[in-house]
C-alpha cells in the first residue's frame, strides 16, 4: 500500500487547513486509517484514527478542533484542522493498517504502511 499525503503549508494562528491521504490500494474500505505527527526533535505522536467500520478516536490535544474522514470510493482519508495552533507545527504523516477488531489505533507499531509526510506550520 503507498500512501501519499498533501495540503499541508503555513498558516497564522486561528486559521484552518485540510490534509488528505490518497490510497493506493484497491481494499481501502478495509483498512484501519490515521493521522500521525513528528514535530523536529520530538518522537511519533498520535493524531486522530478512522477504523475500517467509521468509528474514529482523537487525541485530547485536538479533539474539538481536528476532524478525521474518509471517502473510500476516492481511496483517501482526510483531516479537517481548525482553529490551529502554533504548537500544532509538525510534519504529519499519514499511515494505514489492514483492519483488526481490536486493533489500538493510538499505537504507532501497528502501522504497517506509511506515507511521507506533509508539513504544517502555524505561525503566531
Known amino acids: 500500500v503507498q500512501l501519499q499525503a498533501s495540503g499541508g503549508g503555513l498558516v497564522q494562528a486561528g486559521g484552518s487547513l485540510r490534509l488528505s491521504c490518497a490510497a493506493s490500494t484497491r481494499t481501502f474500505s478495509n483498512y484501519h486509517m490515521a493521522w500521525f505527527y513528528q514535530a523536529p526533535g520530538k518522537e511519533r505522536e498520535f493524531v486522530a484514527s478512522i477504523r475500517s467500520d467509521g468509528i474514529t478516536d482523537y487525541a485530547d490535544a485536538v479533539k474539538g478542533r481536528f476532524t478525521i474522514s474518509r471517502d473510500n470510493a476516492k481511496k483517501t482519508m482526510y483531516l479537517q484542522m481548525n482553529r490551529l495552533k502554533p504548537e500544532d507545527t509538525a510534519v504529519y504523516l499519514c499511515?494505514?493498517?489492514?483492519?483488526?477488531?481490536?486493533?489500538?489505533?493510538?499505537?504507532?507499531?501497528?502501522?504497517?504502511?506509511w506515507g511521507q509526510g506533509t508539513l504544517v506550520t502555524v505561525s503566531s
Open positions: 499511515a494505514a493498517q489492514w483492519g483488526r477488531n481490536y486493533m489500538e489505533t493510538f499505537r504507532t507499531e501497528n502501522y504497517d504502511y
